[in-house]
């Protein structure tokens, strides 16, 4: 009895898990539609999960935007057309590279002035360890170390 009700439990989930995943068969008239397809959803990007591509995500918005972008390719649109009308539709974060602006200078630049600000510390901190290294120590100072270090070792020995 309880074997029934394990098989039947792990079969519904099965099925459950089967019904999330969504394959979608789409029909090309050139083999050149078909990879402009591709290449656009590999380039756009989920605006839901943000960190995927539209090839990769199932959400309902990136599978809307397939089958939009399904519908721009079938009409004969070019890549640079369909991304213009993501894009306003939906703005730069879109595209996964988005054109350098105004508004995008951070996003491009920012990296870059996080390393330079990151060398610079990296090179402030190893000259100032250097010159805290580089202090003179007076004779009687060394003398008093020396002497300490002397007086251990005869204990030692004894």
Known sequence: MIRRILVSGLLSLSLAFA???RVEVLQFDTPEHEERYNNLIAE???LVCQNQNL???NAELAVDLRRKTYEMVSKDKTE???ADFMVERYGDFVLYRPPLNSSTLLLWTGPFIILVIGVSLLIRTIRRRRAEQAVNVDDASLKAAAKLLDSESDKREA
């Open 44 to 46: 756009l990007r989920c």
């Open 19 to 21: 019904a999330q995943a």
């Open 80 to 82: 640079k057309e369909i």
């Open 55 to 57: 090839a990769d995500s």
